[in-house]
């Protein structure tokens, strides 16, 4: 079975500061994708990021960096600087390399970004 | 618009009532994706097709839920007799499908089911 869990369900912060995102997951298989969505107010869900797991480089694009630590299940993402249009509901999610094409989400975090 | 959409956006319905919920997915998709959406939760998936064929069904929460997608493009996911537990927000995505199927998935914005 495979499990993904947000433990933090909401983060408020001021307008410039940083902040990361906390992803855990559970899987058996050895190779598998690794997935950040952003949801904002309007309900899209809107691909970020996707990484698979034999390549445990960090990756930056712009003001966002995501940090894959295959030891400890982690891939965590942070905004450096915040901006109010960042201002969202952040979901992590995971699919295997091979059978079941579901993906699995966490419950996601809600980013609220202060001016 | 290159992007997934979905129709209606929003729809309220009566217990009981027969809905029917549309996907158009980004041309040249091969894959399309069903997620239900509960309040404050992540998508779960619902149902998969490969062009029409629908390879996995196992995320579809009783036999009062149907999805078709008969010329593999534009796909309908029907709940009969709706029940109140059945209001969350329908997701569709599609993607490339490709031959590993790892490829990711778009999503479009989502219909917002109500029962009342």
């Known amino acids: 079975a495979q499990k993904v869990t947000q433990a933090q369900t909401e983060i408020s912060v001021v307008e410039k500061e940083d902040v990361t995102l906390d992803c855990v997951y559970e899987?058996?298989?050895?190779?598998?994708?690794l997935f950040w969505y952003k949801q904002p107010p309007s309900g899209e869900l809107v691909f970020l990021i996707r990484r698979n797991s034999f390549d445990e480089q960090n990756e930056i694009s712009g003001r966002y960096s995501w940090n894959f630590q295959k030891s400890t299940s982690s891939f965590n993402f942070t905004i450096t600087a915040s901006q109010v249009v960042d201002s969202a509901v952040y979901f992590c999610?995971?699919?295997?390399?091979?059978?079941?094409?579901?993906?699995?989400f966490g419950s996601g975090t809600r980013l609220q970004v202060q001016p | 618009g290159a992007g997934v959409s979905q129709s209606p956006r929003y729809k309220v319905a009566k217990r009981g009532q027969d809905v029917a919920l549309r996907c158009d997915p980004i041309?040249?998709?091969?894959?399309l994706f069903w997620y239900q959406q509960a309040l404050g939760q992540g998508p779960e998936f619902l149902t998969y097709?490969?062009?029409?064929?629908?390879?996995?069904k196992s995320g579809l929460p009783s036999d009062r839920f149907f999805a078709e997608r008969p010329e593999g493009s534009v796909s309908t996911l029907k709940i009969q007799r709706t029940q109140q537990e059945d209001s969350a927000v329908y997701l569709c995505?599609?993607?490339?499908?490709?031959?590993?199927?790892?490829?990711?998935?778009?999503f479009g914005p989502g219909t917002r089911l109500t029962v009342l």
């Open positions: 899987t058996r298989d050895t190779t598998y994708y």
């Open positions: 097709f490969q062009n029409e064929a629908q390879l996995d």
């Open positions: 041309s040249g998709h091969v894959s």
């Open positions: 999610a995971l699919l295997p390399y091979t059978g079941r094409r579901a993906l699995t």
């Open positions: 995505a599609s993607s490339l499908g490709l031959a590993t199927s790892t490829d990711t998935q778009y």
